[in-house]
């Protein structure tokens, strides 16, 4: 491997982030600045180039991982597990969890009374199980 340029489409072992993708972004111009332009090369400079502006787009809005989109909460663990209750709208999840751990969970005659989430934490059998509403 004694003289071989590297290619941008190699790995190299850097840190994610924005640093990596200014170095990403160096690496393909200093590439693209070196290699001839001629009817043979056009192919792999229009691959350079839309690299490049996938790099420059992640670069000014970095992409989001996960799911689906909206203002999420956090609920930290607690006990030796969990539970969820879900379900239809006005079927008594909130009454549930009153009546089970004893936390206060408003409860209406109107659809969606609850719009965070609740958590609560049933002691049984030296277990502690978290209930999330």
Known sequence: RRGRVRGC?????????AMGILEKIKDIELEMSRTQKNKATEGHLGILKSKLAK????????????????????VSKYGHGRV???????????TLLTQLTGTDSEAAAYEFTTLTCIPGVIHYNDAKIQLLD
């Open 9 to 17: 489409c190699e790995p190299r072992d850097r840190a994610s982030g």
């Open 55 to 74: 790099l420059r787009t992640e670069l000014l809005a970095p992409s989001k991982s996960g799911g689906g989109e909206g203002d999420g909460f956090e």
């Open 84 to 94: 969820a209750l879900i379900g239809f709208p006005s079927v008594g999840k909130s």
